[in-house]
């Protein structure tokens, strides 16, 4: 059986490789991994009394992170 690069694949690659290969418990592992690197953390909750500025710092964030990377 040949090994399978599953760092080389895009998530969604993985993703659908794990689909159609469910008995592979390293693809599996692979995907859980790969997903808990793109979810994002919890900025505020609907009731918070500072929700617009934390929505709003996290915005100017984000566009702050995207400007630098596409800096270049």
Known sequence: MSSVNYAAMSYQELRRYFLTH??????????????????????????????????QASIRQQIAEYQSGNAG
């Open 22 to 55: 469910r008995d592979d418990n390293a693809a599996f592992q692979a995907y859980l991994a790969r997903r808990r690197e793109r979810s994002r953390p919890v900025i505020t909750t609907v009731n918070d009394p500072d929700f617009d500025s934390k929505i």
